[in-house]
């Protein structure tokens, strides 16, 4: 999903309900005026209030019934598929209004207001699409927010792709590179370098003979790059993956998705996670300075510490917690890293560490010290749900195929941290959150968060 269809997409749906207000207060004089009063005699007049006030309603509904009608898709628009997705929800809006007129009387019964509107809904609605678009093809064709792409195969395999692209800039792709493929990719240290400073937002394989090593290789390679990919039809045997079809020049393209937390799923998570965090917050303040008491006067330092984390697409961020260590307890990690009880994974466990204080000790095994991690989920680095967050030197030493995990935000609890928590091999781990950034739901969420309290306090973490 190119960042201009999500832009295009989330400023069609205030305009919407402006719009269809619009309509019916267009309606409600046009039907009172002068004009036509004299040709259709009022024999009752709603009072212009009680109208707005019902307007108001009826065009937050419309909204609704557009949003379940596939208007607001994260998907490029074109105005040929639009005319009939308006068609049927302002039409599917009037039939709503027309049964709720027929059960509450009182309402209004003007059948010239509820056909006018009707009809300047749909033209307002499809006018405001044709503005829009052309205001984003605009900017496309002058370089305006363009997703660049890589297109890899051979010449004539290319070609059409290329060919389409560079004539129909309105398509928002803008080709960065022609390559033969992902080896040649990799000799070129330019190209490598937009890659890693996160440049690049597709990949599109057009070599349908490609070996399967190979695109094994290139399917690895964008998903530890967080780069969508997309290639001609037959490339990969069938996959557990997120794919999508579409043609592109004639060809039949297969899209494979990181995660199907897109789109509007995304914007669903973030409201959800900022109202969570903020009533968390409130709910648990008293805790939070009970906390911050007792880690104060019990040992020297700071009650909350910065940790660095890898965030989504690679990002470093600074993680809130409480201060459950010592002061400058990382310069004496080296020191105690030939007791690392893991060998399984990048990570680092020391049952018995002697850097933990013993207020440190308590609220790590109940978790309690990942509560200011809240701060970061207002802020919006970290998720209330999502794979576990790692450390950069961590991520340093991921396996090939685990830098997926870096697909999604991290998140406060998760599936590895209710399936196990610390017990858990780091493989075991990477499956379990990887499964979750491939099959996200509302309700996976919802199922993990009820779980994390349990996990909370079954006190097998140190």
Known sequence: MKKADFITNIVLVPIDFILVLLSAITAYFFRFSESISQLRPVFYEIPFSEY???????????VVIFAFSGF????????TKEFPKILTGVSTVVIFLILAIFWQRELFSSRFIIITSWVLAIAYLFLARIITFSIRNLFFRRGRGLANVIILGNQIDRQPIVDLY????????KIVAELASLSDLLNSQSIKKQVEDKKIDDIIQTDSSIPKDGALDLLTYCQENQISLRYVASLFQAQNLNVELSSLAGLPIVEIKETTLDGWRRVYKRIFDFIMAIFLLLILSPLFLVLAISIKFSSVGPVFVKLSRVGRKGRIFKMYKFRSMVKDAHKMKAEVMKYNERSDGPLFKMTND???TKVGRFIRKTSLDELPQLFNVLIGNMSLVGPRPHEPEEVGSY????????????????MAQV???SNLFFAEEAKLDIF???NWSILLDLIIILKTPKAMFKGDRV
């Open 419 to 421: 399936s196990g928590r």
């Open 52 to 62: 707005l006030n019902l307007s108001l309603k009826v065009s937050f509904f419309a």
């Open 354 to 356: 002697p850097r933990i």
């Open 399 to 414: 396996q090939r195929g685990y830098k997926k995990l870096l697909t999604l935000k991290p998140g406060m609890t998760g």
């Open 166 to 173: 560079n004539k129909k800039p309105q398509l928002g792709f």
């Open 72 to 79: 607001y898709t994260m998907d490029s628009k074109k105005l």
């Open 436 to 438: 979750y950034i491939e």
